[in-house]
């Protein structure tokens, strides 16, 4: 019989010879959950449950990795240039399947995938987020196809979004997608921010926003940094979305509603580290105002109807109002 085995075998004897836990841990030197655990094992397996145990866990996250998982993994990556984090939550939202970060980290290490190339800001380019739902929603159109533009409006804050798909891009189209936003948004809006677009300065556009207590702030010409927000949702939109749907399905309107759900509600966004946009939300639910108290700070008297030329709208906005 093993040394170890006799020690502990001992220890057994002793606390049924006395049945006191405390002299048998005070005379052998060891604590009273060790003592239980022998004397249990002793109790249900006899000499053989005081030997050791294999430490191996009954269930490893290695093991849930097939060979059509891991080919999934790296097809996801060699077609569509999905990163470690996207990749876990198209694998989520596509098949249902969930997996750490770090066993997919290790799937793509294993077969010796290249980490992709990054391009790195611009030096002197900050990046910032407005601190409450609904200070500044940046709002523009992408051109997916003849005949098909989406409209996307994203709360600089939390990234909720609301995503629209119209034939053209015009002030009617921008006037229906804005009454969208305005009933859909969780949360007052203050601004709205566009580049310059015409569609977006008709003015029946203009007459809403200004309805609803809602200031305008287009950017100025060839800086679409200053709407960065939206227009790497749209980028996001075109990785992750487009790139699993035909633009052809007479239900893409309604996969693109679902894929609006999931994003609010559910995908991980890394600017907000790995929290889904309603997370944000709910954490700044008592900074958040309401549509009251946007009605009181907004002062129609400092707005005015806006040019999309910009050099022209300047020139108006220097002009003094006859009295």
Excluded at 2 to 16: A, G, H, P
Excluded at 141 to 156: E, H
Excluded at 188 to 213: A, H, N, S, W
Excluded at 240 to 269: A, C, G, I, M
Aim: aromatic letters at 10%; a positive charge.
């Amino acid at each position: 019989m093993d040394r170890t085995i006799r020690m502990r075998l001992k220890w057994v004897k002793l606390y049924e010879k006395t049945e006191d836990a405390g002299f048998v841990c005070r005379r052998c030197g060891i604590s009273r959950p060790t003592l239980r655990k022998w004397y249990r094992r002793y109790k249900e397996l006899g000499i053989e449950g005081l030997k050791d145990q294999s430490k191996k866990p009954n269930y490893s996250p290695i093991l849930k990795i097939t060979k059509e998982l891991e080919a999934l993994i790296l097809d996801l990556r060699k077609k569509r240039k999905l990163g470690a984090r996207r990749i876990q939550n198209e694998l989520k939202r596509l098949h249902s399947i969930s997996l750490s970060l770090a066993t997919i980290h290790k799937v793509l290490y294993r077969n010796k995938v290249k980490p992709l190339l990054r391009k790195r800001a611009k030096n002197g380019t900050k990046s910032y987020s407005r601190p409450i739902p609904g200070d500044r929603v940046q709002m523009d159109t992408k051109k997916l196809a003849p005949g098909k533009y989406q409209y996307t409006a994203i709360d600089d804050c939390t990234r909720w979004r609301i995503l629209g798909i119209y034939n053209k891009r015009t002030a009617a189209n921008t006037l229906l997608f804005l009454g969208r936003v305005i009933e859909e948004f969780p949360f007052p809006i203050q601004r709205i921010q566009t580049d310059r677009g015409r569609e977006f300065f008709g003015l029946k556009v203009q007459e809403k926003l200004m309805e609803y207590c809602i200031k305008f702030r287009p950017i100025k010409p060839r800086s679409p940094h200053l709407n960065g927000k939206v227009e790497r949702s749209q980028k996001t939109d075109v990785q992750e979305f487009y790139s699993t749907v035909s633009l052809d399905d007479p239900v893409l309107e309604n996969k693109l509603e679902e894929w609006q759900f999931h994003y609010n509600w559910h995908r991980p966004h890394g600017a907000l580290n790995g929290k889904a946009p309603i997370d944000m939300l709910c954490e700044l639910s008592s900074k958040t105002p309401i549509w009251d108290e946007v009605e009181v700070n907004y002062d129609l008297s400092k707005e005015r109807f806006q040019e999309p030329n910009y050099w022209l709208d300047q020139q108006i906005k220097k002009l003094k109002p006859c009295l």
